[in-house]
């Protein structure tokens, strides 16, 4: 099950998000090698990890297994501050467009071939879930371009938004991508079920407050 962190709900995921920011630390600084982001405390946090931000965790038994975020495009963003230059054309803004930003699984529950894991693939249904009744209907990513053919396999509905570059020690490409019901319905496909993967408000379990 997918949980949404808020500002208004963060007091009882203290725990989590401290597990999320070191699943962070190891993805993005330990395997990809994004060294700029690494801290001493282990912990990956930056400067859009703020009121505007919202967190979606997987938990099971209570750990951590995978986590990404989203950012308003109408506040700043990866795009708009960090990396300006992926983006060729006018910059995507506006209440429906969301930014898609460190997506991570811990290793061992990640895909394995082309099929996406259970993890991976409750992430992204959280995201259309969440997309679908909050009147947002498309994500700017910044991802390697291999990821493209998979989103369309996924009914997401993708453009680039300029060429790929390098950064760091992998491609990266700016896309906007748009989904709805199709999109949720192949999610829901893949796995076998339909039963939804966000956690409602009032079933967040007290068990998860640090």
């Known amino acids: 099950m997918i949980h949404?962190?808020?500002?208004?709900?963060?007091?009882?995921?203290?725990?989590?998000m401290e597990q999320a920011y070191r699943l962070r630390h190891r993805?993005?600084?330990?395997?990809?090698?994004?060294?700029?982001?690494?801290?001493?405390?282990?912990?990956?946090?930056?400067?859009?990890?703020?009121?505007?931000a919202i967190h979606m965790l997987y938990i099971e038994a209570g750990q951590v297994l995978g986590y990404q975020r989203m950012l308003p495009t109408t506040q700043p963003h990866l795009l708009s501050d960090v990396m300006p230059q992926l983006c060729e054309i006018e910059r995507p803004v506006g209440e429906?467009?969301?930014?898609?930003?460190?997506?991570?699984?811990?290793?061992?529950?990640?895909?394995?071939?082309?099929?996406?894991s259970?993890?991976?693939?409750?992430?992204?249904?959280?995201i259309v879930e969440w997309g679908l009744e909050s009147g947002v209907g498309s994500i700017i990513i910044q991802m390697n371009p291999l990821w493209l053919l998979r989103l369309v396999q996924l009914h997401f509905r993708t453009m680039p938004l300029g060429l790929?570059?390098?950064?760091?020690?992998?491609?990266?490409?700016?896309?906007?991508?748009?989904?709805?019901h199709r999109t949720l319905a192949r999610l829901q496909d893949m796995r076998g079920n339909t039963q939804r993967v966000l956690v409602e408000p009032e079933r967040i379990p007290h068990r998860l407050a640090g």
Do not use: M
Request: glycine content about 4%.
């Open 27 to 52: 993805v993005f600084v330990e395997e990809k090698k994004w060294t700029d982001l690494e801290r001493p405390d282990g912990r990956e946090i930056d400067q859009f990890d703020n009121e505007h």
């Open 164 to 180: 790929p570059q390098t950064l760091g020690n992998e491609d990266v490409v700016a896309v906007i991508a748009s989904f709805d």
């Open 96 to 116: 429906h467009i969301w930014e898609w930003t460190r997506y991570c699984v811990e290793p061992a529950h990640r895909e394995r071939g082309r099929t996406l």
């Open 118 to 126: 259970p993890v991976a693939n409750a992430l992204l249904s959280g």
């Open 4 to 16: 949404i962190v808020t500002p208004e709900n963060q007091h009882l995921f203290r725990d989590a």
